[in-house]
């Protein structure tokens, strides 16, 4: 049973526009979500995270909306660049027992974003 | 600051053979984990260890073993590779950051099992 969802596994956008990621979730455990991107033959890196107290975290261009009541969350990278092509995992911890340094990955998006 | 190492970069393995992955960290984070990643399926917590000597199984931990002697080093050992293993491993270590542990991965190991 996947507890993170990633509906979409691919996504292209022009660049200079905003690139809208999305992810939902079934554990209402949950209490931190995170973001990372992934280039080919990389490890993932942080990117931004969300404490399930909030519902907006912001970091430069990158932006994360957390609905707990929808148990949904979103990246928005405004505006969108050519070296944000890659991979990005919507990954949360908490869960059943508070396992707060488990993290559950979703299983990706591949952003594409064209000159 | 190395960060996270993880040596091989690559691997190719038969069927039964056995191997160790290795993993190590010059940030003296506490919280270590080994992952997985096949094609279409994200990335799966095999194992993770909270500090030394102590380690627990995550999702996958079937074939896998680890130990935790240093803070630094977290090797992954495949006892009898199957060809279902084939994947890339993903180290990482962790830093507790603000509500949770914002994790620290290296750069993997593409293994093959033929």
């Known amino acids: 049973d996947q507890q993170v969802k990633q509906n979409s596994p691919s996504l292209s956008v022009q660049e200079g526009r905003i690139s809208i990621l999305n992810c939902d979730y079934t554990?209402?455990?949950?209490?931190?979500f995170l973001w990372y991107k992934k280039y080919p033959a990389e490890g993932p890196t942080f990117l931004i995270s969300?404490?399930?107290?909030?519902d907006k975290n912001e970091d430069g261009r990158f932006t994360v909306f957390l609905n707990k009541s929808a148990k949904h969350l979103s990246l928005h990278i405004v505006p969108s660049q050519p070296g944000d092509s890659a991979v990005y995992f919507c990954?949360?911890?908490?869960?059943?027992?508070?396992?707060?340094?488990?993290?559950?990955f979703g299983k990706g998006t591949l952003l594409t974003v064209n000159p | 600051n190395a960060g996270v190492t993880q040596t091989p970069k690559f691997q190719v393995l038969k069927t039964g053979q056995s191997m160790t992955l290795q993993c190590a960290q010059d940030?003296?984070?506490?919280?270590m984990s080994w992952y997985r990643q096949d094609p279409g399926m994200g990335l799966r917590l095999i194992h993770y260890?909270?500090?030394?000597?102590?380690?627990d199984q995550g999702e996958v931990p079937n074939g896998y073993n680890v130990s935790r002697s240093t803070t630094e080093d977290f090797p992954l050992r495949l006892l009898s590779a199957a060809p279902s293993q084939t994947s890339v491993y993903f180290c990482?270590?962790?830093?507790?950051?603000?509500?949770?542990?914002?994790?620290?991965f290296g750069p993997g190991t593409r293994l093959t099992v033929t």
């Open positions: 260890s909270v500090g030394a000597g102590i380690t």
């Open positions: 990482a270590s962790s830093l507790y950051r603000g509500n949770t542990y914002e994790q620290y």
């Open positions: 990954a949360a911890s908490g869960g059943s027992g508070g396992s707060n340094y488990k993290l559950t």
């Open positions: 969300i404490s399930s107290i909030k």
């Open positions: 554990n209402s455990m949950f209490d931190y």
């Open positions: 940030m003296n984070h506490e919280y």
